[in-house]
């Protein structure tokens, strides 16, 4: 039997680092591009790039929901890895083939065939997310022991492998596709295609060998009493197609993507409530996770400004020129996953530092900081744009600094949620709860790029408005990001002590 006294780790969660990470480096590594590719490379205006960047992070959020039931009832964990990854591999690759197909110029538009490979390969990468992210986050808890105190930095680990995907996709993608010329961003998504092959193969290689319990039982096979592995490989196409017509009435026609996120949180919310069996105090505990989802919506909504209109800022606004080097503005994304990876031991210490003399801030308040760091960011950030002139850049001193704080927010934030949701969960919903804690990104998301829509050019004549009120300029674009973050920070400061006695002693 694994020795669950050592602060060792199990291999197999060495070998999860390394597939997440190679997915991480391909999702993000492509995301990190595509608004510039949408634009630059397929001629869209900001406002459709940004809605169908939403749209489509949107519903990569959605489908875990789907995959995590498949997983549990049909395939288990490593076959959903397997299939999802697969199905994303794919999908870079047709994004790699729409590229080859891409119009010269704006006039010549978009073909038939370029735009049905551009809308498949983002069809395949949900449909392939929905089976790999809870998947793989579930795999994790699966290697230790019910009260393993080994868990929580397990999944801190975990985290670092997330980031550190992230910024080599980031780097990658950006140093070959964002090159300045719109032929190259092909070889970004052919590099994120490599990648996921790569994550597959090391699941492939080592599953068997690592992936054990800590009574050495191997986990994540097909579970005892599924009714048939090959029954659900019939829903593959059926769930593809229904996200493609989802994708394509959310960007051409009307906005449901948003408004069908909300409601699948208000049924899962319906039927939890509705279950009898459930007591007072477990009814209190989700209703905190209830709660506490609602309010990480704010925090990826203005965070997720990022692969969106913080890189359209970084393109047109922000001076990249550096001893003769021009930084592409992509590369500015990947900040976050340097500073995540680089403060993580730092915010350990600090908690570490604060536990000791019984000052560390429970959960709730953690989340609040990470907020109002957000909102900080977004502060940082008017300052130079408050009088300025479209064509005149600002130095990047001001993106470093808003990813900076915006990193640190997440640290406090992000890793935090996902302990938090697991020991607020009753045993039986725990996946389920996983589920809600990843809608909120969902929905967050979406209207990430319905925000992202909004971003003026003064220059063109653009002035969008929200809410009623005109955006003329950027200091008004960033305005709403200050609002959204830095009132859910501060109602989330005021009501973070009545939530707590709903915790029923967690922190
Ligand atoms: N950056 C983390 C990840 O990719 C968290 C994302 C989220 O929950 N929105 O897994």
């Not at 006294?5 to 680092?17: C, K, Q």
């Not at 105190?149 to 550190?164: E, H």
């Not at 305005?479 to 002693?505: D, E, P, Q, W, Y």
Request: aromatic share 14%; glycine share 8%.
């Amino acid at each position: 039997m694994a020795d669950t006294t050592s602060s060792r780790h199990p291999n197999g969660l060495y070998l999860m680092f390394a597939i997440e990470m190679w997915e991480r480096f391909s999702y993000y590594g492509m995301r990190a591009i595509l608004v510039l590719y949408l634009t630059k490379a397929l001629f869209f205006d900001k406002a459709l790039a940004s809605n169908l960047y939403g749209g489509y992070v949107g519903l990569v959020y959605m489908t875990p929901l789907i995959g995590g039931f498949i997983a549990d009832r049909y395939w288990g964990n490593r076959r959903s890895i397997l299939v999802g990854g697969l199905v994303m591999a794919l999908g870079q690759f047709v994004l790699f083939c729409s590229a080859l197909l891409r119009p010269e110029t704006a006039a010549e538009g978009i073909t038939p065939i370029a735009g049905f490979m551009l809308f498949l390969g983002l069809g395949l990468m949900i449909v392939g997310n929905g089976f790999f992210k809870p998947n793989i986050a579930a795999m994790v808890g699966t290697l230790y022991g019910p009260n393993d105190r080994r868990r929580d930095s397990a999944y801190t680990i975990f985290y670092m492998g997330i980031n550190l995907g992230s910024f080599l996709g980031n780097l990658i993608t950006s140093l070959v596709g964002d090159t300045g010329n719109p032929d190259d961003f092909k070889w970004a998504f052919l590099a994120c295609s490599i990648a996921m092959i790569l994550a597959t193969l090391t699941l492939w290689w080592g599953q068997n060998k690592y992936l054990l319990s800590w009574e050495n039982q191997p986990v994540g096979i097909t579970p005892k009493d599924s009714p048939g592995v090959s029954k659900i490989y019939i829903w593959l196409p059926v769930l593809l197609l229904l996200s493609l017509g989802i994708m394509y009435i959310d960007a051409f026609v009307t906005n449901i993507i948003f408004p069908f996120l909300v409601l699948s949180a208000v049924v899962i919310a319906y039927l939890v409530f509705a279950d009898k069996s459930l007591s007072r105090i477990d009814r209190e505990k989700i209703a905190v996770i209830f709660i506490v989802s609602f309010f990480v919506i704010f925090f990826w909504a203005t965070f997720e400004q990022a692969p969106a209109s913080l890189t359209f800022f970084a393109d047109e606004q922000t001076d990249r020129e550096v001893w003769g080097y021009t930084v592409p503005p992509s590369l500015f994304q990947n900040l976050n996953g340097f500073f995540i990876v680089t403060c993580a031991p730092l915010m350990a210490f600090v908690w570490g530092f604060l536990g000791k003399r019984n000052a560390e801030p429970s959960s709730l308040y953690k989340m609040a900081i990470g907020l109002f760091l957000l909102t900080l960011g977004y502060v940082v950030i008017e300052l130079p744009v408050k009088n300025l002139v479209p064509g005149i850049k600002v130095s990047m001193f001001y993106l470093v600094a808003l990813y900076f704080l915006h990193s640190i927010g997440e640290l406090c934030l992000s890793p935090i949620g996902l302990s938090l949701v697991n020991k607020l969960s009753p045993a039986k919903y725990v996946s389920l709860m996983m589920a809600v804690w990843y809608l909120a990104p969902a929905i967050a998301n979406k209207a990430a790029g319905m925000i992202s829509a909004l971003y003026p050019e003064p220059e063109k004549g653009i002035v969008t408005s929200f809410l009623g009120i005109p955006i003329h300029n950027l200091y008004e674009f960033f305005l709403i990001n200050v609002g959204i973050s830095g009132v859910a920070s501060l109602v989330l400061f005021l009501i973070a002590g009545r939530l707590s006695k709903l915790m029923h002693g967690i922190k």
